[in-house]
Nanobody
Framework: QVQLVESGGGLVQAGGSLTLSCATS????????MGWFRQAPGKEREFVAT????????YYADSVKGRFTISRGNAKNTVFLQMDSLKPEDTAVYYC????????????????WGQGTQVTVSS
């Protein structure tokens, strides 16, 4: 049984920072690509960022490029999303995902998902 558990969400003012964490358990996912997606109220879930199993390659949505940083822990079974210069439009539930995607922005390409953590950015 694979589990992904997100943490670190909360309420922050615009311009502030948050760091999300995703811990995996039940099976080693060290060879999996890890990604972050988000879903705002009334909108579809969208891709945010992804990092390869080695941590050597990352990819970001244009909307977060330059503000968010994705990284993996040394044991490769934890992934982080450092979010800086947050904007009200970043408000969403953020999900961690793991898989071996051919298309990293496609949520259907990921096999395992966490339950999500709420991020709210006030103006």
């Amino acid at each position: 049984q694979v589990q992904l558990v997100e943490s670190g969400g909360g309420l922050v003012q615009a311009g502030g920072s948050l760091t999300l964490s995703c811990a995996t358990s039940g099976r080693t996912l060290s060879r999996y690509t890890m990604g972050w997606f988000r879903q705002a109220p009334g909108k579809e879930r969208e891709f945010v960022a992804t990092v390869t199993w080695s941590g050597g390659s990352t990819y970001y949505a244009d909307s977060v490029k330059g503000r968010f940083t994705i990284s993996r822990g040394n044991a490769k079974n934890t992934v982080f999303l450092q979010m800086d210069s947050l904007k009200p439009e970043d408000t969403a539930v953020y999900y961690c995902a793991a898989g071996t995607p051919k298309i990293v922005v496609g949520e259907d390409e990921y096999d395992y998902w966490g339950q999500g953590t709420q991020v709210t950015v006030s103006s």
